[in-house]
């Protein structure tokens, strides 16, 4: 969930706001500040992000994040069926952050069910589970049935490219820096080294490993230790 503002002193009042809302409410929560306004690429908008123990529930007693953004007057409720929503502006939606792709006068279908008219918009952390009509950029994370996934090409996510039936657009994430067994699917680089059926290779050539590009099978790509 993400907040935005015009002025940095109305991201700064709003995070303030939130703040102290879940020091009243929240027995758990012990935070020195609920979320640092952040700004935007282009400079225009400041942003307060949904921390991560937010998206979890780790501090009990859930925010009412509707209520909480109505109030603060910054991110506009989605207008009644018939009434113009304009492309790039953000709306609330039942708790989400919606963003209109296309100017048109509201349909009655929900957002979910028109992702050529909205997309869905939500922070990027590695805890998230992977939704249809969200715009995802490259790099960005999202688990989908227990598997977390980087984004390879930025795209609206659709509800027929999971993650495992798009691999044009989805890789299966692998923190290299704590297993070096050889892995499909992974962007070697060179020098990296692997454990492949016990032995030890070293990268030559940087590319992304495939299953017949195995270390003992590619040793252009490969030197073996």
């Known amino acids: 969930m993400i907040a935005i503002f015009t002025p940095e ?8 706001k939130v703040h102290n809302y879940l020091t009243a409410n929240r027995p758990r929560y012990n935070a020195i500040k609920w979320s640092e306004p952040i700004q935007s690429a282009d400079g225009l908008e400041w942003w307060v992000k949904q921390p991560i123990e937010e998206d979890v529930d780790r501090w009990d007693v859930p925010l009412d994040s509707s209520v909480e953004l109505a109030n603060a007057n910054i991110t506009k409720q ?15 939606y039942k708790g989400d952050i919606v963003k209109c792709r296309q100017t048109h006068n509201r349909t009655i279908y929900e957002p979910k069910d028109t992702p050529a008219l909205f997309s869905f918009f939500r ?14 950029e490259t790099g960005w994370m999202r ?36 297993v070096n067994e050889w892995t499909i ?41």
Request: net charge negative; glycine share 4%; charged share 20%.
């Open 9 to 16: 002193a109305e991201a700064e009042a709003y995070s303030i």
């Open 78 to 92: 989605l207008p009644e069926f018939g009434v113009l929503v304009t492309i790039d502006e953000y709306y609330l």
């Open 123 to 136: 922070d990027n952390t590695d805890q998230l589970q992977w939704i249809p009509s969200e715009q995802v």
């Open 143 to 178: 688990i989908y049935d227990g598997v977390k996934y980087e984004v390879i090409q930025a795209h609206q996510t659709q509800i027929d490219w999971t993650p495992p039936n798009v691999p044009a657009l989805w890789k299966v994430y692998i923190d290299t820096t704590l």
């Open 185 to 225: 699917g992974v962007a070697y680089k060179v020098d990296d080294i692997v454990v492949y059926n016990g032995l030890e290779y070293k990268c030559r050539q940087a590319h992304t490993s495939i299953a017949s590009w195995n270390p003992a099978a590619v040793l252009s790509l490969w030197l073996p230790i």
